[in-house]
C-alpha cells in the first residue's frame, strides 16, 4: 500500500526541511567594515556566511522605493494601499487599520524610523501585487548590486527560513544606498517625525550615541539575533558597518562603537545600552 501524503503535510514538511537547512548555513555573528569611499574591507569576520537580515531587508525596500521615484513611476504623495495582509504584520507597523491609506512619504520615514512592516508590505503590494513577486524583484536587484549571497521572499524582514543575506552584501547595499541616492539618503538620519499629529521617534540608538552616525538601519528577530547597519564620518573619511547576530542591543551598538572608534579615530565614546 502507498503512503500518500496531504498538500499541507508536505508543505510543512518542505517548511521544516528548509528551517533546518537554514540554520546549518548560518554563522552565529558576523561583521564587516568598508571604507565607502574606497570600498577597500577594514575589517571582517563572517562575511560571506548567510544569516537571517531581519529588518534590514528594508534596505532593499527603500531602494526601490527611491529608485521608483527617481524614475517616475512613484511620487512622494502616491497613496499605497494598507491591506489586511500589511495590517497583520506585527509588531512595528502605523495600525490604520486595513483598507487605510498612506502617502509614499509616509511609508518610507515609516520604514527608516519606526521600521514598519504594514509600510513595507504596503510598497510590495504596490509593486508587484504580492509579497512573494516583489521578493523576486528584490532578489534580481540585488544580484544586479553584487548582492550575490542574498535572496529576498518579503519586503519587511519578518521570519523566512529561505531569507538569507551576509555582512558583505548588506554593506554593499548600504554603499548603493547612498551611492545612488544621496538626496534620499539623507533620510536614513531622521531620528524622529511627526506623522498626524502623532510624535514618532526611532530606535537607532546609534545616532544618539556616536557622532558622526548618520543611519542607517537596525533590525531584530528572535532568529537573526540583533542586527545593525552604520553609516558614519569623522576626520574626513566615511565609513559603513554591519553587525549581525549580536545577542542583545546593548552588545551589537558597543561592537559598532568599538569598530567605529577604532577605523575613525577621534574620541573614544561608548554605546549607550
Known amino acids: 500500500m502507498s503512503l500518500r501524503l496531504s498538500p499541507a503535510l508536505v508543505r510543512a514538511a518542505l517548511g521544516v526541511s528548509l528551517l533546518f537547512s537554514a540554520h546549518a548555513a548560518l554563522a552565529d555573528r558576523a561583521h564587516l567594515m568598508l571604507d565607502a569611499e574606497t570600498g577597500k574591507v577594514l575589517e571582517a569576520e563572517n562575511p560571506d556566511q548567510q544569516n537571517f537580515p531581519a529588518s534590514l531587508t528594508k534596505m532593499m525596500t527603500l531602494y526601490l522605493t527611491f529608485d521608483a521615484l527617481h524614475k517616475g513611476s512613484l511620487k512622494w504623495e502616491d497613496k499605497l494601499v494598507l491591506s489586511a495582509n500589511a495590517e497583520s504584520k506585527d509588531p512595528f507597523k502605523y495600525a490604520l487599520g486595513a483598507g487605510k491609506t498612506i502617502t509614499v512619504k509616509e511609508a518610507v520615514l515609516g520604514m527608516i524610523v519606526l521600521s514598519a512592516n504594514d509600510a513595507a508590505v504596503a510598497v510590495a503590494e504596490h509593486f508587484s501585487g504580492s509579497e512573494a513577486d516583489f521578493g523576486k524583484v528584490m532578489t534580481q536587484k540585488a544580484h544586479a548590486l553584487g548582492m550575490t549571497n542574498t535572496v529576498f521572499t518579503n519586503p519587511a524582514g519578518l ?5 538569507v543575506s551576509t555582512a558583505k552584501d548588506m554593506a554593499t547595499l548600504g554603499l548603493a544606498l547612498m551611492r545612488d541616492f544621496p538626496e534620499e539618503f539623507k533620510l536614513f538620519s531622521t531620528r ?8 514618532l521617534h526611532g530606535h537607532n540608538r546609534m545616532m544618539a550615541s556616536y557622532q558622526g552616525v548618520d543611519g542607517i538601519k537596525t533590525g531584530y528577530t528572535q532568529a537573526a539575533g540583533y542586527n545593525l547597519v552604520t553609516s558614519a564620518s569623522r576626520n574626513g573619511k566615511r ?7 549580536a545577542k542583545s542591543a546593548g552588545e551589537r551598538d558597543q561592537q ?6 577604532k577605523h575613525l579615530g577621534g574620541e573614544t565614546k561608548s554605546a549607550k545600552r
Open 159 to 163: 521570519p523566512d527560513p529561505v531569507q
Open 239 to 245: 565609513v559603513i558597518g554591519v553587525v549581525i547576530g
Open 192 to 199: 524622529k517625525f511627526v506623522f498626524r499629529g502623532m510624535k
Open 256 to 261: 559598532m562603537t568599538d569598530m567605529l572608534n
